[in-house]
């Protein structure tokens, strides 16, 4: 942590950029896991089967496309933020800002809030611990190893959870296959498992669905529609792996392409696992615990887990409670906190970037370097009092599928985004009113399905929402194909109607124009560079010394007194030309192409053997 230069933007940001493949791939992986995968994705498995499997094995095709197509370009135009690629590719401070501002919002109400309200029902069902003093004191230990360690803490510390999650969840599933006696009797079991209150209750809302153990279901009736999966969920998986910060961030740390491509593929093989760890136990805890998960009377639910919808959401936590001994109880436990704190840890360092060089520059034009990183680390204390002030409502909102709730608010809201970046990487002609009034009309559209959902309420099967179906009836994944289609066509029309970009401001920033050598010249002047550049004209005055209270906070933030040491242009030339690098040696170019081929093998067979 000390070896990574935590008092520079560069090195508390991006890692340094030294980061080599496996840590990479498992911090990918442990970014993305978080409780609320353990949680939701067992929970979903209960109700309904296999099918949110093919959720985690989407991600086997498209974290080729990230390492591939997308972070070739995001290196070679030299980018910390995700905003500020676009502030690159288009100038002009409107985009920008608002992929911030929609972000962060995103970070809040899915991320941040999907992981604690998971983390309490959980810590609820393992420990009957008060829910907040649980929270706060995670929060507060996550946060602080966030604040004093920058990115290469958190890639470290990612690597170290990941592996305990693995092994514990491995464990899991032996002891409930080991309960069940083997798949064979799994498959049998799970379609006979009913609870033994039913009352009046129409047979459709507690059998198990008779496709239960395909992922590829009915267009039109299915639950998860095969061509939503398909095509819906990859514009959602593409805006999630190869534009959100907290996982282009990891790729942007490694020392070079060939790891990049390396990272990814090592985490295209470990979401394999989500579905023989999370999903296969979450239906076992059906079979196991009928009355309590699969329960369908309202009022025998609120006595279960506290809501009225549904308690599949405490099929993970209740397998571990009740099927593990005291020793191995102890260890899962310590994976579902491992995987929240990974979860939020990422988030939370992922956010203060965004915060610090994309909106807090806006403000404070002439910020040295050192009131930024003072910012970054303020801005994560922010982030985790809005957290706390949100677990209240996090609880009351107990819908019966959480995971359905995190990607349904995914599809109404980041399509336009997915479409601006891929339109913007592959088609040098889009320009940024395009880009802005795909963006905006993109976002009306999702938010009036988003509020119109919520404020009718999303029922369940003994009470249906009165939603009318013009509005709620499409499936959440069809609505995403149509808002990406609609966003295109709005970015690609208006950016016809107004004037082009000239090729010299989109040097390496789209595909067509990667491997120029001219300079280019940028729209826009980064703030921040033009504030470094009059800071180092600046007078030196003599610095007082610091006394040994003030010394020791500073050392505890990673701001170190000295500055950093001064560049001559050809220095800092030489160091922009080695960070916006993405030359491969041969030998290992070919190892990780063969890789990907091999991964989309892999990925090819799995949809095709449980399809």
Not at 228 to 235: D, P
Not at 311 to 328: F, S
Not at 391 to 404: E, K, M, Y
Request: glycine residues 8%.
């Amino acid at each position: 942590m000390v070896r990574t230069n935590r008092a520079t933007v560069g090195g508390f940001f991006l890692a340094g950029r030294s980061m080599v493949w496996w840590p990479i791939g498992a911090s990918l992986f442990a970014s993305n896991i978080g409780s609320g995968h353990f949680v939701g994705i067992a929970g979903t498995a209960a109700a309904a089967g296999i099918a949110i499997g093919g959720f985690e094995w989407n991600a086997l095709i498209v974290v080729v496309i990230l390492g591939w197509l997308f972070v070739p370009i995001y290196i070679k135009a030299g980018v910390v933020t995700m905003p500020e690629y676009l502030k690159k590719r288009f100038g002009g401070q409107r985009i920008r800002i608002y992929l911030s501002v929609l972000s962060l919002f995103l970070y809040v109400f899915t991320k941040i809030s999907a992981d604690m309200f998971s983390g309490a029902i959980f810590i609820n069902q393992a420990l009957g611990l008060n829910i907040y003093l649980a929270v706060i004191l995670l929060l507060l230990i996550t946060a602080l190893y966030t604040v004093t360690g920058g990115l290469a803490a958190v890639i470290y510390t990612d690597t170290l959870q990941t592996v305990i999650m693995v092994v514990g969840s491995f464990i899991l599933m032996g002891f409930a296959f080991n309960k069940v006696g083997g798949y064979d009797n799994f498959q049998k079991l799970y379609m006979v498992a009913v609870p033994a209150v039913t009352t009046n209750i129409s047979e459709t809302c507690y059998q198990p669905r008779a496709d239960s153990f395909h992922i590829f279901r009915d267009a039109l009736t299915g639950d998860l529609p095969w061509p939503g999966l398909v095509f819906g969920l990859t514009i959602q998986a593409t805006w999630y792996w190869c534009t959100d910060q907290v996982i282009v961030q990891r790729c942007l740390s490694a020392k070079n392409l060939s790891h990049v491509k390396a990272g990814c593929i090592l985490c295209g093989y470990l979401k394999l696992l989500p579905m023989f760890l999370m999903v296969f136990p979450g239906m076992i805890s059906r079979i196991l615990y009928p009355n309590e998960v699969a329960c369908v009377d309202p009022d025998e639910c609120n006595k279960y887990c506290g809501a009225s919808v549904g308690c599949t959401n405490i099929a993970y936590p209740k397998l571990v409670v009740d099927l593990m001994p005291n020793g191995l109880r102890g260890l899962m436990l310590s994976v579902m906190m491992a995987s929240l704190m990974s979860s939020l840890t990422s988030i939370f360092n992922s956010a203060s970037t965004l915060f610090t060089m994309d909106i807090y520059t806006k403000f404070r034009r002439t910020a040295s370097e050192k009131e930024l990183m003072i910012a970054g680390r303020v801005f994560i204390l922010v982030l985790i009092g809005v957290s706390i002030a949100w677990i209240p409502i996090v609880q009351s909102a107990q819908s019966g599928q959480l995971f359905d709730y995190i990607q349904s608010i995914t599809s109404y809201l980041t399509p336009p985004i997915a479409a601006v970046f891929m339109l913007a990487i592959f088609c040098k002609r889009i320009n940024e009113s395009g880009a802005f009034y795909g963006l905006l009309i993109g976002l009306l559209i999702g938010l009036s399905r988003m509020i119109a959902e919520f404020a009718y309420g999303t029922g369940s099967c003994v009470s249906p929402s009165d939603c009318p179906t013009i509005i709620c009836g499409v499936h959440y994944l069809y609505f995403s194909i149509i808002l990406f289609v609609v966003s295109c066509v709005i970015i690609v029309g208006v950016s016809l109607a107004t004037k082009p970009i000239d090729d010299k401001h989109l040097y390496r920033l789209c595909w067509s124009l990667r491997n120029c050598k001219e300079e280019r010249v940028d729209l826009e002047e980064d703030d921040w560079i033009e504030n470094q550049e009059s800071n180092s004209m600046a007078i030196e005055e003599p610095v007082e010394e610091p006394n040994l209270c003030k010394k020791a906070v500073m050392c505890f933030c990673g701001l170190e007194q000295k500055s950093g040491p001064k560049l001559s242009p050809e220095e800092q030339a030489e160091l922009q030309a080695k960070l916006t690098d993405t030359t491969e040696a041969p030998l290992w170019r070919n190892v990780v192409n063969a890789n990907a081929l091999l991964l989309l093998c892999v990925a090819i067979f799995f949809h095709g053997y449980y399809g």
